[in-house]
């Protein structure tokens, strides 16, 4: 049930920004809001875009983020936002990195989502509205109860420096 919850499962790469050579985006100059389609898939991989501005999902267990436990910052792959402390995540066992709760209320959105015959709750970034993922109030993440259950191409993450 909760490999359902989470998506559909089609299949994406999840790579670092280091493997990829491309770095999320992080340009504090940029709205947003004003980019086209095409000015999205000139900056995302076409993974990304399926998963980011899609409303996509990538496969279970398919992110090397779900089993990543170095410290640092986890930030949305379309704009740099930084979305998530290491600190915050936790083995879920649904396949998918999985937080308790985001850096603050004002980076991500969370949209009611009606698709698929389900009812569930969207997080999306609140700069870029990149799809992240959903947030199921299920009691697994604690001490919120809450688990944000992201895709983890949608991420890209900064390690803490010593």
Known sequence: M??????????????TATQTGKPPMNDSNTDFSKLNDEDWKARLTPDE??????????RPFSSEFETLWDSGTYVCKGCGSELFQ????????????????????????EIADYSHGMIR????????GGH??????????????????INGISLGFVKKQP
């Open 86 to 109: 290491s600190s915050t995540k936790f083995d879920a066992g649904c396949g998918w990195p999985s937080f308790y709760q985001g850096i603050s209320k004002d980076r991500i959105r």
């Open 132 to 149: 992240l993922g959903h947030v199921f109030n299920d009691g697994y993440g604690q001490p919120t109860g809450l688990r944000y259950c």
């Open 2 to 15: 909760l490999l359902w919850q989470c998506g559909s499962g089609i299949k994406v790469s999840s790579t």
């Open 49 to 58: 875009y399926r998963v980011l501005r899609q409303k996509g999902t990538e």
């Open 121 to 128: 709750t969207e997080v999306v970034c609140a700069k870029c």
